[in-house]
């Protein structure tokens, strides 16, 4: 019984140790919203997602946006460089991670309110598939803006 | 000499001393059985209120309980549904949330096993399950505040380890805090809170982020707060302790019989009980000896393969075939387990009635629910109506909604309290861990060709399958659950003999079955060894003999029957603990370990005890005195030794470890008359020195020259109990052996 509650104990400890207590979002961002396509609707491409912003300065030395198609964004107060961290090929020195490296990976930073989706990344070989994109808030300095990230489902038919 | 009508007339007394205990037994195997429940009638069902209104019985162990089901699936639902949102929030792949939920189903998995070790010895199991709501709880709010994905990790193993808990926690705690004329109708009613929590969770989750604008950290902490008010709402459980309605209340229909008030007796003799307490692993072995037990872990995993991957492709076919979304199909779940609901509490009153008349027939009537399950989630799977979608799942659901309590109340009813743990966290490991595994490939590969309506239509094999092992396992119930009765009433009979100032033998093995896989091969044996008696254990070749001294030393476990050792039962016992209650076998053959050297084989004999360094030494310079060949070959290999000095080798152990009961196997078998006589005098020296000797042997001449007592076996059965000279005067026993010795000769 011991073990088990200094067990307990160690792992409670390292957990919260892998919490924060700062800067967390407990109530919705409501501060972005798509326009289109609908959420969960049937689309073609080329698709054009469409989106609005209240309360967020978007512009040169302003903030901006990030898209991702069909995967995860940055975590919070991480630029989008940091998602080439693990990638050897992708030197600074060269400029990378650029746009090209950006859209290699379905990932569209933009000042634009709306984004044009020319291809999807194929999912499985069904006639029908889901995919998703998530836009989040980018500051300034490039990194990303709280922990919300907005997000759009809808269905392709190829 | 003794007339044959003296003969005659002691023969009947002794029948009808015989059938006079045998009605007895029967009597209070009867009265037991009505204890437990099991009345073999339906009518004088008591109503769920009388059972309750019974002195020492509460609706608050089943209200705390099912509080505690309600909220621990909370942070389950709430990551399932929200996984998208934190994924997003941390910045972190699909992979790696698949791998934490991975470890976290491990978790769960693993979790019963430590938990029902904890509550084994001690009945602590409302501290541990209070314990655990409140980690799971603040595992919940505190997932609200996790920022790395490693911190996801801890939290949601933790979390596994908590609620994985309660399978081995709840069940068994109510089966000891109500009577067993409500316990069918009481899981049910724990069955049905948990189907509320399933309700419950999503409309939470739903409200608190859709409505309340709760992010799915908010919905964590909330829930967890939730969860709290549950936790604290079960401070007041307290721990019945094991057996309260079902073992204490047999010994009390004994002692009420008997009119004995002898609580305060000596009860084990001179064994400690906590020199016999089965351990964590015993336990599991013993259960796995259960036929019903055994049977119905089978069914679990055949289910398994049914129920766990079934809500995930129920998913998927919601989402694919009929294009539900989130909303839509957390409402079609919480329809689901509303219509469990009704199902379980329909189910309560039927299924107690069927326990009532025959345990047996909760099992029948669950084959069948199962079976019809399966029929129409296969006809849902095909169906192009919507509404008739939602309907038929909804029936089927509720069909299978009733398998956990009839599963349970079956399981947990034939076994003894303290084991129910265990029992239950075997049954959660076969249905999820085993069955569950299964079950996600095969529908995985079901799902690759045919699409996810084959899938809905394939579970009609592992369903149906699954429905024929329950409806085997019918007939298994009864027998396992008088066997359990007659384990306690033989307890109660060696407290009676104990009370009473009577003696018992060292050793008894009563009723003994053992079995080779499929191949029985002993056949209710008994054996009775008295402190320092020599016995003889004769027979033919094949008889079963060297397999019973293997049950008599722990080396196998009996499928049925009892070993007593000074009236404790140490049937389940490990060799090992056996060794250290001083039961020693010297096996059959080389009973030496080849590669090392003689020393090193005597040293290795005193270590199984612990013993120190002097003490050994001194009884290694012992063996040298009784065995000098040994000492002359002391640094010599084993396997290098002859037959006759490996024997002396083996033989040695008795003289290191000074057992109280010595089992030799087969001293003689292919050695010179001179080296045999050598040994067998150190036999007659061992035994004169205070040590119970059982003998197997094949030569009669030797064992009866040596033996006052002998058994006789033949087939798997003991043909003779009796003193060796009346062996000596049954030709036809003793036949068999010298022509079997003839033939071998010949040969």
Redesign the interface.
Known sequence: MRRLALLLAVATTVSAAGCGFSGLAFRQDDRLSFISPKDRSEVTLPLTVRWSVEDFDVGPGAGSFAVFVDRAPQPPAKTLAWLARDDDSCRVDDGCPDEEWFARRDIFPTTDTELTLERLPSRSDDRREWHEVTVVLIDERGRRVGETGWTLEFQVAR | MVSADEHLAQVREEEALVAEVERTREELRADARERLGVTGSAEGMPSLRTVIALPGVAMYPLFALGVLSIVDSFQAYAFSVLT??I????????GAIAGVIALKTLAVSLAPL?VAA?AQRRARRALLSIISAF?WS??AI?T????????????L??DGFTTGSVEVLHRPLLMDSYPPQGRVRVLSAYQGFNAFGNVLAPLLVALL?TQL???W??VF?VLGLISMVGAVLSLRLRDPGFGRWDTDQIRAAVHERRAEDDEDEARFGTVHPDEVALGFFEIVRRLMLIPTVRRLLIGQAVLGILLIPFQTFLFFFLDERWGL?PGPRGLFFAFLAAINIVALVAFGRRGESLFRRDPGRVLDLSAVLLAAAVVLICIAGLVPNLVAVWLLFGAASGLLAVLTPAFAVTVLSIIPANMRPHAAALLGIFLGGVGGLIGALFLSGIDRRFGIGGSMVSLLVPGLIGAAILRSAKGLVQPDLDRMIDEVLEDEEIRAINASGGRLPMLACRGIDFSYGQLQVLFDCNLTVDDGEMVALLGTNGAGKSTLLKVISGIGLPTAGSVRFRGTDITFLDAERRLRLGITQIPGGRAVFGPMTVIDNLRAFGTTVRRDRAALDASIDRCFDAFPRLAERRNQLASTLSGGEQQMLGLSKALILKPRLLLIDELSLGLAPVIVGQLLDMVRQINADGTAVVLVEQSVNIALGLADHAYFMEKGEVRFDGRSTDLLARDDLLRAVFLEGAGARNR
């Open positions: 998208p949102e994924s997003r929030a941390l910045g972190v792949g699909k430590p904890l980690l603040a595992v505190s609200g505040f996790v920022t790395l994905i490693w911190g996801l990790l801890l939290v193993v933790l982020s604008g709760f992010t950290r908010g902490v979304g």
